[in-house]
């Protein structure tokens, strides 16, 4: 079945560009829409943005002037770039496989989701 | 603030059943079809258990069912067991802002 995995640094600096990695396998990257979602340390679930195969996103607009989403279909994977950071960000962040029909219509509902990785923005 | 507003913990012995609301607005849970409900184990990534207000994927327990009335969805467990100890949380789409909104989530106690 398809699974999900996150890479990428584990520490960041103050003001600088957070960058991961979701690596999909078991199946293909086309098709779906793929989310990221974070979880700051004790809180809530904060839906980050998402894009289509075809490289459309959409963004949370609180976070909108600071983040990037792209893919890359021949890799499988998708990443999410998020500049500018502060201690704010530290988060566990997830990528998902959001619900889509086979015409491309988004369900929202995330039925797959990776393990998470724990991203800590600190000097 | 979470824009969906969720009870901060609801409790139940086993084999009871318990429900947990998610009270939204006309923008967004009471307007649209696309209620999801999400359950977390500490340390591990969220599972979907409803989608579309009432849907089950496939794996998760008839146990486990979703509905909505208004601006509120609630989703409802039967026969309570301890694995169901867990945050819930809810999400649903937006057309006010940021096109999917989650609750502030749920701590569920099996006593």
């Known amino acids: 079945q398809v699974q999900l995995q996150e890479s990428g640094p584990g520490l960041v600096k103050p003001s600088e560009t957070l960058s991961l990695t979701c690596t999909v396998s078991?199946?293909?990257?086309?098709?779906?829409?793929w989310s990221w979602i974070r979880q700051p340390p004790g809180k809530g679930l904060e839906w980050i943005g998402y894009?289509?195969?075809?490289?459309?996103?959409n963004y949370n607009p609180s976070l909108k002037s600071r983040v990037t989403i792209s893919v890359d279909t021949s890799k499988n994977q998708f990443s999410l770039k998020l500049s500018s950071v502060t201690a704010a960000d530290t988060a566990v962040y997830y990528c998902?496989?959001?619900?889509?029909?086979?015409?491309?219509?988004?369900?929202?509902?995330?039925?797959?989701w990776g393990q998470g990785t724990t991203v800590t923005v600190s000097s | 603030q979470s824009a969906l507003t969720q009870p901060a913990s609801v409790s139940g012995s086993p084999g009871q059943s318990i429900t947990i609301s998610c009270t939204g607005t006309?923008?967004?849970?009471?307007?649209?079809?696309?209620v999801s409900w999400y359950q977390q184990h500490p340390g591990k990534a969220p599972k979907l258990m409803i989608y579309?207000?009432?849907n089950r994927p496939s794996g998760v327990p008839d146990r486990f069912s979703g509905s909505k009335s208004g601006n509120t969805a609630s989703l409802t467990i039967s026969g309570l067991q301890a694995e169901d100890e867990a945050d819930y949380y809810c999400?649903?789409?937006?057309?006010?802002?940021?096109?999917?909104?989650f609750g502030g989530g749920t701590k569920l106690t099996v006593l």
């Open positions: 998902a496989r959001v619900i889509t029909t086979i015409f491309g219509v988004v369900k929202y509902g995330m039925d797959v």
């Open positions: 078991g199946g293909s990257i086309s098709s779906y829409y």
């Open positions: 894009i289509y195969y075809s490289g459309s996103t």
């Open positions: 006309s923008s967004d849970v009471g307007g649209y079809n696309y």
């Open positions: 579309e207000v009432s």
């Open positions: 999400s649903s789409y937006t057309s006010s802002s940021t096109d999917v909104v």
